[in-house]
């Protein structure tokens, strides 16, 4: 494609030489746009009296005709046509172009436990200079999917509309859910862009699935000249992908530096909170939530299933459904609330976006092998057999 600017300078040559009659300037005028686009715009020549069939030769300025009648000006005027033509034809091809370009967006893939350390991340983007609209988070309200949208058909449109750079937010968690590996799975097949930043004590061997492990990611809990030097490199990298403006040192190192500390403290807290969690679950959460726990740990899949439909509402773990179906609204709260208690302790985790699947975590199964124990569960046994009559 030739050059607009290129095209505008020689339009604006034409029209001075015309607009000055210069009949000796449109000669070489003529000559020169002959040479520039003879092999760029088909039919240049066409309709030119200095072309005619009838000539005497050539010079290496072009050709010579010996028709006493040849008008420079006139074909001077013939070739800014063909010129504003085709710079016509090419300013639409970029229109075009322009127009079906997809838009550039970060992506972040998460786990939905993870949300305290991916809401300092996304702070962390906002401070490089990513504005909402260049940012994709589910967890986080703003970046989120919109009021009245299907959830899958909307993180379909950002995969296949988007030009996304994915940014995976790795741990157990992340592992732990269907959601996050359909979306590496998607990633993958699609060939985008992506960086992954491993959370606090997940470590690279733990990689798996279709990201890279020997690919170079940011390790939040790495050595602070390691994990400094990492976040620079991601900075500067969306900066020049996404054309933002550029940062001071001293801005930026604030802002760094200020992640840096946040993601420590928040790491502090929730390993604390495990702890406690670790001890203090299998005798805080009820009965019923304690052997439906069990029940789904015991299950190959890990998973509980809660469907509502018109005839009721299930909550499956393995063979058994909990729900008794002539129990009304009150055995419906009963076991919808279970499965809240069991989420909200952290023991299980949505395994969909539309939460219909939950999977036990890793603290759940330690709690589900002590509920077990104390129970004494056989799992061949129904599971009314050890619950408390509500």
Known sequence: MIAIETLQRY???????????????????????ISVFDNEINGIRGGLSN?????????PYGTVSDNIDVDFLKDIALLKSKLQ????????????????????????????????????????????????????????PGYGIPLGKDIYDWLSEQFQNCDLHIIFILSDNYY???????????????????????????????????????????????????????????????????????????KWERHR????????SVSEEICDDETSNDSKSQSSISTDAAVLLAYAANDESGRIIMVSTLGGLSVCAGKWNFVDANGGARE?????????????YG??????????????????????????????IDFNNSPDQYLVEN
């Open 347 to 376: 023991l299980i985790e949505a395994g969909s976006y539309k939460r219909q699947v939950f999977l036990v975590t890793h603290i759940g199964y330690q709690v589900a092998d002590e509920v077990k124990k104390k129970l004494e």
């Open 257 to 264: 530096n200020e992640f840096v500390n946040k993601i420590a």
């Open 51 to 59: 072309y005619s069939p009838c000539f005497l030769g050539s010079t």
């Open 332 to 344: 419906n709260a009963r076991w919808s609330g279970a499965v809240d208690e069991l989420e909200n």
């Open 85 to 140: 033509a085709e710079l016509e034809k090419n300013q639409n091809d970029k229109s075009i172009s322009v127009s079906d370009k997809k838009p550039k967006k970060v992506f972040i893939s998460h786990a939905t436990n993870d949300k305290p350390f991916v809401q300092l991340i996304v702070n962390l983007l906002e401070d490089i200079g990513l504005s909402e609209t260049e940012i994709v988070c589910s967890s986080i």
């Open 11 to 33: 339009i604006t040559l034409c029209d001075n030489v015309i607009c000055n009659n210069d009949s000796s300037g449109a000669e070489t005028l003529e000559n020169e746009i």
């Open 176 to 250: 732990n859910s269907v959601a996050c590996l359909n979306e590496m799975g998607a990633a993958w097949v699609l060939k985008q862009k992506y960086d992954t930043v491993l959370l606090p004590e997940f470590d690279f061997p733990q990689i798996k699935g279709a990201i890279n492990p020997q690919q170079i990611g940011i390790k939040l809990d790495s050595d602070c000249t390691e994990l400094n030097q990492r976040l620079n490199e991601l900075k500067d990298s969306l900066i020049d992908e996404f054309e933002l403006q550029s940062l001071s040192a001293a």
